[in-house]
């Protein structure tokens, strides 16, 4: 008997995309302005099945668009093509060995590889993933605009729109900005549920105080104030504060949340799967975390809706993620999304897509229109 998962992947094409955003953004370990830089991997199948992933690199965080785009046109290409469906595990370890780092574009792969399994087979990439057990996940969305006013309005938009998380990028200018910009919100939104995200932006000497002014607008956490290096650092700042303490750049992988926990440096853990170099690793980061305690957030990176719904995904079905995600750039700082329909916020909460695959495609003449490079090969 044939059946869909013995078809064998027969072509696969990749674009290197750079998609506008609406302002700039600071974050403690860099700026991202104008664009962003994305790659976007299909695979199609013997049969004809297509799936879709992306790979959503930041230099200054996981890593170069080059690198994702080596890795998928070069590296990953001798491992894909002429494969079954069947044999993704295996796939994804022989691309894992063909070439080191590069977790974006392997997120990407196994993304894709998920997607075309769930079309052929007909169910979610979350059953692929061992069923959803949650239908909405709570969305948070970050504030990181030099403008601090522009910010504001950002948050009145979220507020019509019932999204009552937001993320306060700090870090990047100074003490006093950070703590004007948590006074004003307090103000201005008494009920709104805020987090603090330094993205390493704080020298180990001087942090203690400035995060114990911090705890004090209670934040429902404080996310990696330190460079990822200092597992110390954020050991002690952990034991003095009065909040939980999330590590987001400190754990990349399964070793290093196994590392995060030995040296009990956080409460909490931000997991995303351009980190974890895919999105069953990410579940088994979770799983990790949750052994120990720990709570876990489903983080980004800045991303299209196509990488959101693969987060969407690997978020329903893991128990774990319990702090809600992150998934806010293609309705909130995109000005135009790739997905051929908008990616799925209601009620503050993103909705788990039902349909088979990632449940949504991307739109291929959109992805023409933003695409400076692509590349198509056949097995
Ligand atoms: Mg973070």
């Given at each position: 008997?044939v059946?869909p998962?013995d078809d064998f992947?027969?072509?696969?094409?990749?674009?290197?995309?750079?998609l506008p955003?609406?302002?700039?953004?600071?974050h403690g370990?860099?700026r991202?302005?104008?664009?962003i830089?994305?790659?976007?991997v299909?695979l199609?199948?013997?049969?004809g099945?297509k799936?879709?992933?992306?790979?959503?690199?930041?230099?200054v965080?996981t890593?170069s668009v080059?690198?994702?785009?080596?890795?998928l046109?070069?590296?990953a290409?001798?491992y894909?093509?002429g494969r079954?469906?069947?044999?993704r595990?295996?796939?994804?370890?022989?691309v894992n060995?063909?070439v080191?780092?590069?977790?974006?574009?392997?997120?990407a792969?196994?993304?894709?590889?998920l997607?075309?399994?769930?079309?052929a087979l007909?169910?979610s990439?979350?059953e692929?993933?061992g069923?959803?057990?949650?239908d909405?996940i709570?969305?948070?969305?970050s504030?990181?605009d030099?403008?601090?006013?522009?910010?504001?309005?950002l948050?009145?938009r979220?507020q019509a729109?019932?999204?009552?998380?937001?993320?306060l990028?700090t870090?990047?200018a100074?003490?006093r900005?950070?703590?004007m910009?948590?006074e004003e919100?307090?103000k201005?939104?008494?009920?709104?549920?805020?987090?603090?995200?330094y993205n390493?932006?704080?020298?180990?000497?001087?942090a203690e105080?400035k995060?114990?002014?911090?705890a004090e607008?209670?934040p429902?956490?404080?996310e990696?104030?330190v460079?990822a290096?200092h597992?110390?650092?954020?050991r002690?700042?952990?034991?003095?504060?009065?909040v939980p303490?999330?590590?987001?750049?400190?754990?990349?992988s399964?070793?290093?949340?196994h590392?995060?926990i030995d040296e009990?440096?956080?409460?909490?853990?931000?997991i995303?799967?351009?980190?974890?170099g895919g999105?069953?690793?990410?579940q088994?980061?979770?799983?990790?975390?949750?052994?120990?305690?720990l709570?876990?957030?489903?983080?980004d990176?800045f991303?299209?809706?196509?990488?959101?719904?693969?987060g969407t995904?690997?978020?329903?079905a893991t128990?774990?993620?319990t702090?809600?995600?992150e998934?806010?750039?293609?309705?909130?700082?995109?000005k135009?999304d790739?997905?051929?329909?908008p990616?799925?916020i209601?009620d503050?909460?993103?909705?788990v897509?039902?349909?088979?695959?990632l449940?949504?495609v991307p739109?291929?003449?959109?992805?023409?229109h933003?695409a400076v490079?692509?590349?198509?090969?056949?097995?």
């Amino acid at each position: 008997m044939v059946r869909p998962t013995d078809d064998f992947i027969a072509r696969m094409t990749v674009w290197h995309l750079q998609l506008p955003v609406l302002s700039a953004r600071d974050h403690g370990i860099g700026r991202v302005d104008q664009n962003i830089d994305i790659a976007v991997v299909e695979l199609q199948t013997s049969g004809g099945y297509k799936g879709y992933g992306e790979a959503s690199p930041w230099s200054v965080f996981t890593g170069s668009v080059e690198a994702s785009l080596g890795a998928l046109t070069r590296y990953a290409p001798p491992y894909v093509l002429g494969r079954k469906l069947s044999d993704r595990q295996a796939i994804l370890r022989d691309v894992n060995h063909a070439v080191a780092h590069c977790t974006e574009a392997k997120a990407a792969l196994e993304t894709a590889l998920l997607d075309v399994t769930g079309i052929a087979l007909g169910v979610s990439v979350a059953e692929l993933l061992g069923g959803a057990v949650r239908d909405r996940i709570p969305l948070s969305c970050s504030l990181a605009d030099p403008d601090f006013d522009a910010d504001i309005a950002l948050v009145e938009r979220l507020q019509a729109d019932q999204v009552n998380i937001v993320k306060l990028k700090t870090g990047f200018a100074n003490h006093r900005f950070d703590i004007m910009r948590l006074e004003e919100l307090r103000k201005r939104f008494p009920h709104l549920q805020i987090r603090v995200d330094y993205n390493q932006g704080l020298t180990p000497f001087g942090a203690e105080e400035k995060l114990r002014d911090v705890a004090e607008f209670r934040p429902d956490f404080i996310e990696q104030p330190v460079p990822a290096r200092h597992f110390d650092m954020m050991r002690r700042l952990r034991e003095g504060l009065s909040v939980p303490l999330l590590a987001d750049e400190s754990v990349f992988s399964l070793a290093d949340m196994h590392r995060a926990i030995d040296e009990e440096i956080c409460d909490g853990v931000s997991i995303k799967i351009m980190k974890s170099g895919g999105l069953k690793a990410a579940q088994d980061i979770a799983a990790l975390a949750e052994a120990k305690g720990l709570a876990a957030y489903g983080g980004d990176m800045f991303e299209t809706g196509l990488a959101h719904l693969a987060g969407t995904h690997m978020v329903a079905a893991t128990p774990n993620i319990t702090l809600g995600c992150e998934f806010y750039q293609a309705k909130y700082y995109l000005k135009e999304d790739i997905l051929s329909v908008p990616f799925p916020i209601e009620d503050g909460a993103v909705v788990v897509p039902k349909t088979a695959g990632l449940g949504i495609v991307p739109n291929l003449d959109k992805i023409a229109h933003y695409a400076v490079h692509s590349v198509s090969l056949e097995s």
